[in-house]
Protein backbone atom coordinates (compact mmCIF):
# COMPACT_ATOMS: atom_id res chain seq x y z
CA UNK A 1 0.00 0.00 0.00
CA UNK A 2 2.61 2.32 0.98
CA UNK A 3 4.81 1.89 -2.48
CA UNK A 4 0.96 2.50 -3.92
CA UNK A 5 0.29 5.85 -2.35
CA UNK A 6 4.34 6.94 -2.95
CA UNK A 7 4.34 5.97 -7.08
CA UNK A 8 6.43 2.62 -7.68
CA UNK A 9 4.55 -0.30 -9.45
CA UNK A 10 2.99 -2.78 -7.21
CA UNK A 11 2.40 -6.23 -8.86
CA UNK A 12 -1.51 -6.71 -9.74
CA UNK A 13 -3.17 -8.32 -7.05
CA UNK A 14 -3.70 -12.27 -7.59
CA UNK A 15 -6.84 -12.82 -9.99
CA UNK A 16 -9.87 -14.23 -8.34
CA UNK A 17 -11.75 -17.54 -9.54
CA UNK A 18 -15.46 -15.89 -9.62
CA UNK A 19 -15.21 -15.08 -13.71
CA UNK A 20 -18.88 -16.39 -14.80
CA UNK A 21 -19.49 -19.20 -16.90
CA UNK A 22 -21.42 -19.52 -19.78
CA UNK A 23 -24.47 -20.80 -17.97
CA UNK A 24 -27.38 -22.59 -18.93
CA UNK A 25 -29.55 -21.27 -16.19
CA UNK A 26 -33.45 -22.09 -16.45
CA UNK A 27 -35.92 -19.29 -15.54
CA UNK A 28 -38.29 -22.12 -13.60
CA UNK A 29 -35.23 -22.63 -11.57
CA UNK A 30 -34.94 -19.49 -9.62
CA UNK A 31 -38.18 -20.18 -6.98
CA UNK A 32 -35.95 -23.61 -6.12
CA UNK A 33 -32.97 -21.99 -5.62
CA UNK A 34 -34.12 -19.02 -3.79
CA UNK A 35 -35.91 -21.75 -1.37
CA UNK A 36 -32.14 -23.68 -1.30
CA UNK A 37 -30.08 -20.71 -0.50
CA UNK A 38 -28.41 -21.23 -3.40
CA UNK A 39 -27.60 -17.24 -3.18
CA UNK A 40 -24.15 -16.06 -2.06
CA UNK A 41 -22.29 -13.19 -1.23
CA UNK A 42 -19.50 -12.00 -2.63
CA UNK A 43 -17.60 -8.16 -1.36
CA UNK A 44 -15.45 -5.98 -2.95
CA UNK A 45 -13.67 -3.79 -0.97
CA UNK A 46 -13.95 0.18 -1.22
CA UNK A 47 -10.72 1.63 -0.45
CA UNK A 48 -10.05 5.98 0.22
CA UNK A 49 -7.80 6.99 -2.65
CA UNK A 50 -5.98 9.65 -0.17
CA UNK A 51 -4.71 7.25 1.94
CA UNK A 52 -5.25 3.63 0.87
CA UNK A 53 -7.87 3.00 4.09
CA UNK A 54 -10.10 0.52 3.65
CA UNK A 55 -13.98 2.09 4.38
CA UNK A 56 -16.43 -0.33 2.78
CA UNK A 57 -17.48 -3.35 1.01
CA UNK A 58 -19.97 -3.51 -1.75
CA UNK A 59 -22.36 -6.76 -1.95
CA UNK A 60 -22.24 -8.85 -5.03
CA UNK A 61 -24.55 -11.80 -5.25
CA UNK A 62 -23.94 -14.67 -7.41
CA UNK A 63 -25.27 -18.35 -7.71
CA UNK A 64 -23.87 -20.93 -6.33
CA UNK A 65 -25.54 -23.13 -8.80
CA UNK A 66 -25.74 -27.18 -8.25
CA UNK A 67 -24.61 -27.98 -11.75
CA UNK A 68 -23.10 -24.44 -13.59
CA UNK A 69 -21.26 -23.78 -10.52
CA UNK A 70 -20.59 -19.94 -9.48
CA UNK A 71 -22.99 -17.71 -11.83
CA UNK A 72 -22.84 -14.23 -12.24
CA UNK A 73 -25.65 -11.95 -11.32
CA UNK A 74 -25.72 -10.39 -15.21
CA UNK A 75 -27.54 -14.18 -15.98
CA UNK A 76 -30.31 -13.82 -12.67
CA UNK A 77 -31.00 -10.11 -11.56
CA UNK A 78 -33.00 -9.82 -14.79
CA UNK A 79 -35.15 -12.95 -14.67
CA UNK A 80 -36.00 -12.45 -10.60
CA UNK A 81 -37.34 -9.06 -11.54
CA UNK A 82 -39.29 -10.43 -14.14
CA UNK A 83 -40.72 -13.29 -12.49
CA UNK A 84 -41.19 -10.91 -9.05
CA UNK A 85 -39.00 -12.56 -7.25
CA UNK A 86 -36.06 -9.78 -6.67
CA UNK A 87 -37.60 -8.61 -3.54
CA UNK A 88 -37.21 -12.29 -1.89
CA UNK A 89 -33.35 -12.56 -3.64
CA UNK A 90 -32.84 -8.98 -1.81
CA UNK A 91 -33.76 -9.62 1.97
CA UNK A 92 -31.95 -12.92 1.34
CA UNK A 93 -28.86 -10.82 -0.21
CA UNK A 94 -29.75 -7.79 2.87
CA UNK A 95 -29.63 -10.23 5.62
CA UNK A 96 -26.63 -12.20 5.12
CA UNK A 97 -24.51 -8.72 4.40
CA UNK A 98 -26.35 -7.29 7.57
CA UNK A 99 -25.17 -10.62 9.28
CA UNK A 100 -21.45 -10.48 8.14
CA UNK A 101 -21.49 -6.70 8.91
CA UNK A 102 -22.23 -7.31 12.38
CA UNK A 103 -19.56 -9.76 12.32
CA UNK A 104 -17.15 -7.49 11.36
CA UNK A 105 -18.16 -4.76 13.68
CA UNK A 106 -17.30 -7.04 16.80
CA UNK A 107 -13.63 -7.08 15.26
CA UNK A 108 -13.46 -3.82 15.10
CA UNK A 109 -14.01 -3.36 11.81
CA UNK A 110 -15.91 -0.16 11.05
CA UNK A 111 -17.34 -1.10 7.26
CA UNK A 112 -19.98 0.64 5.55
CA UNK A 113 -21.51 -2.19 3.18
CA UNK A 114 -23.09 -1.44 0.06
CA UNK A 115 -25.86 -3.46 -0.91
CA UNK A 116 -27.50 -3.38 -4.67
CA UNK A 117 -31.59 -2.53 -4.98
CA UNK A 118 -33.40 -2.91 -7.97
CA UNK A 119 -35.27 0.31 -8.11
CA UNK A 120 -38.49 -1.57 -8.52
CA UNK A 121 -38.09 -2.53 -4.64
CA UNK A 122 -38.30 0.43 -3.88
CA UNK A 123 -41.41 1.13 -4.99
CA UNK A 124 -42.96 -1.27 -2.18
CA UNK A 125 -44.89 0.91 0.46
CA UNK A 126 -42.84 -0.21 3.18
CA UNK A 127 -39.81 -1.09 1.79
CA UNK A 128 -37.84 1.75 4.26
CA UNK A 129 -39.76 -0.01 7.06
CA UNK A 130 -38.49 -3.87 6.20
CA UNK A 131 -34.37 -2.41 5.78
CA UNK A 132 -34.97 -0.95 9.08
CA UNK A 133 -36.43 -4.12 10.82
CA UNK A 134 -34.20 -6.54 8.78
CA UNK A 135 -30.81 -4.01 10.74
CA UNK A 136 -32.71 -3.90 14.16
CA UNK A 137 -32.71 -7.95 13.86
CA UNK A 138 -29.38 -7.72 12.91
CA UNK A 139 -28.36 -5.17 15.69
CA UNK A 140 -26.80 -3.47 12.83
CA UNK A 141 -26.76 0.49 12.68
CA UNK A 142 -28.41 2.11 9.60
CA UNK A 143 -26.12 4.53 9.13
CA UNK A 144 -23.65 1.77 8.15
CA UNK A 145 -25.95 0.80 5.24
CA UNK A 146 -25.61 2.28 1.70
CA UNK A 147 -28.17 1.37 -0.81
CA UNK A 148 -26.91 1.79 -4.34
CA UNK A 149 -29.56 1.76 -7.20
CA UNK A 150 -29.48 2.27 -10.46
CA UNK A 151 -32.85 3.41 -12.44
CA UNK A 152 -34.39 -0.05 -14.60
CA UNK A 153 -35.11 -0.13 -17.76
CA UNK A 154 -39.18 1.54 -16.88
CA UNK A 155 -38.56 3.32 -13.72
CA UNK A 156 -42.58 2.27 -13.16
CA UNK A 157 -43.28 4.51 -9.96
CA UNK A 158 -40.94 7.02 -10.05
CA UNK A 159 -43.02 9.23 -6.95
CA UNK A 160 -42.74 6.39 -4.72
CA UNK A 161 -38.99 5.57 -5.49
CA UNK A 162 -38.10 9.44 -4.75
CA UNK A 163 -40.47 8.74 -1.55
CA UNK A 164 -38.92 5.71 -0.52
CA UNK A 165 -35.27 7.06 -1.08
CA UNK A 166 -36.34 9.98 1.15
CA UNK A 167 -37.65 8.10 4.10
CA UNK A 168 -34.46 6.00 4.17
CA UNK A 169 -31.97 8.68 4.22
CA UNK A 170 -34.16 10.30 7.14
CA UNK A 171 -33.38 7.04 8.68
CA UNK A 172 -29.33 7.61 8.09
CA UNK A 173 -29.19 4.88 5.18
CA UNK A 174 -27.41 6.22 2.63
CA UNK A 175 -27.96 6.18 -0.94
CA UNK A 176 -25.66 5.60 -3.67
CA UNK A 177 -26.38 6.66 -7.94
CA UNK A 178 -24.94 3.79 -9.22
CA UNK A 179 -23.11 3.45 -12.90
CA UNK A 180 -23.24 7.10 -13.04
CA UNK A 181 -23.10 8.48 -16.69
CA UNK A 182 -24.88 5.13 -17.77
CA UNK A 183 -27.90 5.29 -20.00
CA UNK A 184 -29.59 3.73 -16.88
CA UNK A 185 -28.44 6.84 -14.27
CA UNK A 186 -28.79 10.16 -15.55
CA UNK A 187 -29.03 13.64 -14.60
CA UNK A 188 -32.45 13.26 -14.35
CA UNK A 189 -32.11 11.10 -11.45
CA UNK A 190 -30.19 13.91 -9.48
CA UNK A 191 -32.45 16.69 -10.25
CA UNK A 192 -34.99 14.27 -8.63
CA UNK A 193 -33.67 12.43 -6.02
CA UNK A 194 -31.37 13.40 -2.83
CA UNK A 195 -28.57 10.73 -3.09
CA UNK A 196 -25.13 10.20 -0.60
CA UNK A 197 -23.15 9.21 -2.96
CA UNK A 198 -21.84 9.40 -7.02
CA UNK A 199 -21.01 5.99 -8.15
CA UNK A 200 -19.18 6.49 -11.95
CA UNK A 201 -19.32 3.96 -13.96
CA UNK A 202 -16.27 1.91 -15.00
CA UNK A 203 -16.99 2.55 -18.78
CA UNK A 204 -15.47 6.18 -18.03
CA UNK A 205 -12.87 5.15 -15.20
CA UNK A 206 -10.83 2.61 -16.48
CA UNK A 207 -8.39 4.41 -18.97
CA UNK A 208 -9.73 7.93 -18.68
CA UNK A 209 -5.80 8.84 -17.97
CA UNK A 210 -5.11 8.25 -21.64
CA UNK A 211 -8.83 9.46 -23.19
CA UNK A 212 -9.36 13.00 -22.34
CA UNK A 213 -13.16 12.37 -23.57
CA UNK A 214 -13.22 10.17 -20.51
CA UNK A 215 -11.05 12.39 -18.28
CA UNK A 216 -13.38 14.98 -18.89
CA UNK A 217 -16.02 12.86 -17.60
CA UNK A 218 -14.47 11.91 -14.73
CA UNK A 219 -13.68 15.21 -13.55
CA UNK A 220 -17.31 16.94 -14.31
CA UNK A 221 -18.68 13.86 -12.96
CA UNK A 222 -16.37 14.56 -9.90
CA UNK A 223 -17.14 18.76 -9.92
CA UNK A 224 -20.98 17.90 -9.97
CA UNK A 225 -21.01 15.60 -7.53
CA UNK A 226 -18.56 17.47 -4.85
CA UNK A 227 -21.23 20.64 -6.07
CA UNK A 228 -24.33 18.26 -5.06
CA UNK A 229 -22.76 17.72 -2.10
CA UNK A 230 -22.51 13.66 -2.70
CA UNK A 231 -19.37 11.53 -2.22
CA UNK A 232 -17.68 10.12 -4.89
CA UNK A 233 -16.70 6.34 -5.40
CA UNK A 234 -15.13 5.19 -9.16
CA UNK A 235 -15.40 2.04 -10.16
CA UNK A 236 -13.73 -0.17 -12.20
CA UNK A 237 -10.34 1.17 -10.89
CA UNK A 238 -8.20 -1.69 -12.76
CA UNK A 239 -4.37 -0.40 -12.72
CA UNK A 240 -2.35 1.61 -10.99
CA UNK A 241 -2.49 4.10 -13.95
CA UNK A 242 -6.17 4.30 -13.01
CA UNK A 243 -5.82 4.98 -9.38
CA UNK A 244 -3.06 7.20 -9.87
CA UNK A 245 -6.12 9.43 -11.91
CA UNK A 246 -9.04 8.89 -9.68
CA UNK A 247 -6.60 10.35 -7.00
CA UNK A 248 -5.25 13.34 -8.43
CA UNK A 249 -8.91 14.72 -9.72
CA UNK A 250 -9.87 14.22 -6.14
CA UNK A 251 -12.14 11.37 -6.32
CA UNK A 252 -12.76 9.69 -3.01
CA UNK A 253 -13.27 6.74 -3.03
CA UNK A 254 -11.58 3.65 -5.51
CA UNK A 255 -13.26 0.43 -6.77
CA UNK A 256 -12.18 -2.47 -8.69
CA UNK A 257 -9.71 -5.50 -9.94
CA UNK A 258 -6.48 -2.95 -8.78
CA UNK A 259 -7.79 -3.22 -5.38
CA UNK A 260 -9.64 -6.84 -5.27
CA UNK A 261 -11.74 -8.57 -7.01
CA UNK A 262 -15.51 -9.29 -5.03
CA UNK A 263 -14.59 -12.56 -2.82
CA UNK A 264 -16.43 -14.39 -0.19
CA UNK A 265 -16.18 -13.03 3.44
CA UNK A 266 -13.69 -15.72 4.38
CA UNK A 267 -10.88 -14.48 1.99
CA UNK A 268 -11.11 -10.79 3.10
CA UNK A 269 -8.77 -11.08 6.00
CA UNK A 270 -5.59 -12.63 3.72
CA UNK A 271 -6.85 -9.63 1.19
CA UNK A 272 -5.98 -6.74 3.94
CA UNK A 273 -3.02 -8.30 5.27
CA UNK A 274 -1.85 -8.43 1.73
CA UNK A 275 -3.31 -4.71 0.78
CA UNK A 276 -1.92 -3.34 4.47
CA UNK A 277 1.39 -4.37 4.13
P1 LIG B 1 -22.60 -3.16 -10.40
O1 LIG B 1 -23.45 -2.81 -9.23
O2 LIG B 1 -22.20 -2.05 -11.30
O3 LIG B 1 -21.35 -3.92 -9.79
C1 LIG B 1 -20.05 -3.79 -10.28
C2 LIG B 1 -19.72 -4.93 -11.22
O4 LIG B 1 -18.42 -4.67 -11.77
C3 LIG B 1 -19.61 -6.27 -10.53
O5 LIG B 1 -20.01 -7.26 -11.47
C4 LIG B 1 -18.11 -6.38 -10.25
O6 LIG B 1 -17.67 -7.71 -10.09
C5 LIG B 1 -17.55 -5.75 -11.48
N1 LIG B 1 -16.23 -5.16 -11.26
C6 LIG B 1 -15.69 -4.73 -10.11
N2 LIG B 1 -14.46 -4.20 -10.30
C7 LIG B 1 -14.20 -4.30 -11.63
C8 LIG B 1 -13.08 -3.94 -12.45
O7 LIG B 1 -12.08 -3.40 -12.01
N3 LIG B 1 -13.20 -4.20 -13.78
C9 LIG B 1 -14.30 -4.79 -14.31
N4 LIG B 1 -14.31 -5.01 -15.63
N5 LIG B 1 -15.38 -5.15 -13.57
C10 LIG B 1 -15.33 -4.90 -12.24
P2 LIG B 1 -20.96 -8.45 -11.03
O8 LIG B 1 -20.59 -8.90 -9.66
O9 LIG B 1 -20.97 -9.43 -12.14
O10 LIG B 1 -22.38 -7.75 -10.92
C11 LIG B 1 -23.02 -7.27 -12.06
C12 LIG B 1 -24.22 -6.45 -11.71
O11 LIG B 1 -25.25 -7.25 -11.12
C13 LIG B 1 -23.94 -5.37 -10.67
O12 LIG B 1 -23.34 -4.27 -11.31
C14 LIG B 1 -25.33 -5.08 -10.15
O13 LIG B 1 -26.00 -4.18 -10.99
C15 LIG B 1 -25.99 -6.43 -10.26
N6 LIG B 1 -26.05 -7.06 -8.91
C16 LIG B 1 -25.10 -7.72 -8.24
N7 LIG B 1 -25.55 -8.13 -7.03
C17 LIG B 1 -26.83 -7.70 -6.94
C18 LIG B 1 -27.86 -7.79 -5.93
O14 LIG B 1 -27.68 -8.36 -4.83
N8 LIG B 1 -29.07 -7.21 -6.24
C19 LIG B 1 -29.30 -6.56 -7.41
N9 LIG B 1 -30.51 -6.03 -7.61
N10 LIG B 1 -28.37 -6.44 -8.36
C20 LIG B 1 -27.15 -7.01 -8.14
CA1 LIG C 1 -23.45 -1.50 -7.55
CA1 LIG D 1 -21.95 0.10 -10.61
CA1 LIG E 1 -21.97 -1.40 -13.63
Known sequence: LRQLLDGPRTPAPPRHANSPRPSKVQADELPRALAQHEFVNHYQPKVELATGRWVGVETLVRWQHPVHGLVSPDQFIGLAEEQGLIGELTRQVLRRALRDSREWTSQQRHLQVAVNISMDSLSALDFPDQIAAEAAAAGVALSSLVLEVTESRL??????????????????????????????SSLTQLRDIPFDELKIDRSFVHGAWRDASLRSIVESSLGLAGQLGMSTVAEGVEDEADWQLLRQAGCQLAQGYFIARPMPAEELDAWQLRWAT
Open 155 to 184: MAHPLATVDALTRLRLKRVSVAIDDFGTGH
